[in-house]
Every structure is written in structure tokens, then in C-alpha cells.
């Protein structure tokens, strides 16, 4: 019925021109191109295999990597954290700053309160002090205080200070620049610095060794003392001791010269009772002869009351 009232209307209209609907034609025709477009689910379906779309998103080594990545950065941040707040709590940075310590334009770093520190390593010709007014304190925990600068080292310890250099050192008075102490010895002589009294070394080399006029050099040695000449040894003075509690060695190449009253004390040296024999061979004793310009010989005693007399004595017919 629809179809014939549809084809009656177009030949109507082909032949006398276009036919006008009235309200309920129009509401008729629409209703019904509604019902059918409702009813018909299968417009613009196209089907598609869903195993050859292009997948989106992060799948199988690629997730895992971007999981290993979230939690390494995690990590990162948790140790970012923990630095910043070891910083926060040792340099104590405030509202108002830092209160532990002060940066300024000339590179100056200023410690406004007590620090505990292990190694400082400041730079290329670095200065370390304090303020004007007050003393600089540096204190180590039952260990030496060490001031190190290539091969020199200054250490402090608690019985005694040390300064060791390859090079040599030099001490002087930062404001009249006169020289209190150097090991310069071709420009400057060895002199000990005022209020020092003694020197320990265990073995220097040097032209000579003296004291001023108003006091005495005293060389004293835990062990043995070795003096050492190349070209000889000369010790002059107006009075010279030798205390030793072992023995005294005097070796020479040429000669042994002994100038002046020479005093030697028996309180200490090995005696013998009466009745020691000497042909026994327990003992083998010298005695120490002088010839009448200086010179030392020993002599082998074989019997009591022996002088000097031997036949091959140095010293030729005066004893």
C-alpha cells in the first residue's frame, strides 16, 4: 500500500510538477525512517581481525624496562633525600642561612662554630687561620695533628712535634720578615731558635758544631755516638768530658793527637785483685801509654809492675 501511494505520488509529480505533503504525509514518512534506521544495527559495521591492529602501550621487555627505570629513579630520590638532609642537619641551613659556616665573594670560607672534620684538603696555596682576636683551637682525638704539604709534614702529638721535609724549611716572623730558623745552610748558618735548648737528631751532617761563649755543648746519646770526620775530627775547647757507661772507641788512620792535661778516671775501669794471675788467660788487659807529643799506644800487660818499654813502641826512645 505504501509502495503504490509512493509511485502513484511520483507519477503526479513527474507529470504535474512537485506535489506538496500535507502534515501527517510528513509525520508518517519520518516516523517511519526512523523505525527503519533504529532496527538496522548492522550499518557502517566493518568487520576487522583484532590480532592485526596496531597495539598502543608498554608490552612484555619494554614494560620490565620501564619498571626498572621507575624504581631506580624511586631509589634515586630516596638517596637525594637522605644527602639533603644529612647536609641540612651538618651545615644547619635556616630561614637565615647557613649557621655553621659563611661564604664570602673572596673566597674566604668562615666556620662560625665548632666543626669535626677528618682530612682537609685546601687548595693551591690555601691560608687556614683565625680571627683577629681570638686563637685558632685544633684539636684531634687521640691522634697527631698532621700539616701536609707534598713532602713536608708538620705533626703534633701529644708528647712532642715533628716537621719532616725533603726539601728543606724556613721559619720567619710574618711581619718584619727576618728569618728565625732555616735549614738553608749555604746562605744562612744553623742557628737553634731562641728559647730552644736542645736538638735531637739521629744523624746530621755538618762542618762543625759549636755553642756561644757563655754556655757548654753537651752531646748526650741513649746508645752509641758515632763522630765521623773525612778529612778528620779536631774538638777544641777549654774543658772536654767524656761520661760513657760502655766503651770508648778511638780509630784514626794516621794519628790520635791528644793536646792538653788529659785525665782519665780508674773508678769505673775493670781492676783485678792480688791474686789474679796473669798467665791464666781469663783476662787480656792493655795499658794506655803516651808518647811525648800525643800519641797513644796500648800496651799488653803480661806481668805486674809493666811500664811502657816494648821494643816496637812508636814513639822510638821516649816514653
Known amino acids: 500500500m505504501a509502495a503504490a501511494a509512493a509511485a502513484a505520488a511520483a507519477e503526479q509529480q513527474s507529470s504535474n510538477g512537485p506535489v506538496k505533503k500535507s ?19 548492522k550499518a557502517g559495521y566493518i568487520p576487522i581481525d583484532e590480532d592485526r591492529l ?12 620501564a619498571v626498572c627505570v621507575i624504581i631506580l629513579l624511586f631509589i634515586l630520590a630516596v638517596i637525594n633525600l637522605i644527602i639533603t638532609l644529612v647536609i641540612w642537619a651538618v651545615i644547619r641551613i635556616g630561614p637565615n642561612g647557613c649557621d655553621s659556616m659563611e661564604f664570602h665573594e673572596s673566597g674566604l670560607l668562615r666556620f662560625k662554630q665548632v666543626s669535626d672534620m677528618g682530612v682537609i684538603h685546601p687548595l693551591y696555596k690555601s691560608t687556614v687561620g683565625g680571627r683577629r682576636n681570638e686563637n685558632l683551637v685544633i684539636t684531634g682525638n687521640n691522634q697527631p695533628i698532621v700539616f701536609q704539604q707534598g713532602t713536608t709534614k708538620l705533626s703534633v702529638e701529644k708528647n712532642k712535634t715533628s716537621i719532616t721535609s725533603d726539601i728543606g724549611m724556613q721559619f720567619f716572623d710574618p711581619r718584619t720578615q727576618n728569618i728565625l730558623f732555616s735549614t738553608d745552610y749555604e746562605t744562612h748558618e744553623f742557628h ?10 739521629q744523624k746530621a751532617s755538618t762542618e762543625r758544631i759549636t755553642s756561644n761563649a757563655t754556655s757548654d755543648l753537651n752531646i748526650k746519646v741513649d746508645g752509641r755516638a758515632i763522630v765521623r770526620g773525612n778529612e778528620g775530627v779536631f774538638i777544641m775547647g777549654k774543658t772536654i768530658e767524656f761520661h760513657m757507661g760502655g766503651n770508648m772507641e778511638l780509630k784514626a788512620e794516621n794519628s790520635i793527637i791528644l793536646n792538653g ?53 812508636p814513639c822510638g826512645n821516649t816514653h
Open 54 to 65: 596496531h597495539k598502543t602501550g608498554l608490552r612484555g621487555r619494554k614494560g620490565n624496562l
Open 261 to 313: 792535661t788529659v785525665m782519665v778516671s780508674t773508678s769505673r775501669l775493670p781492676s783485678s785483685s792480688s791474686g789474679d794471675q796473669f798467665g791464666t788467660g781469663n783476662w787480656v788487659r792493655y795499658k794506655l801509654c803516651m808518647c811525648a807529643d800525643g800519641t797513644l799506644f796500648k800496651v799488653q800487660v803480661t806481668g805486674q809492675n809493666m811500664g811502657c818499654q816494648i821494643s816496637d813502641n
Open 192 to 201: 737553634l731558635p731562641s728559647g730552644v735548648k736542645s736538638l735531637n737528631v
Open 23 to 41: 502534515m501527517r504525509e510528513k509525520a508518517v514518512e519520518r516516523r517511519n525512517v526512523n523505525k527503519e534506521h533504529n532496527s538496522n544495527f
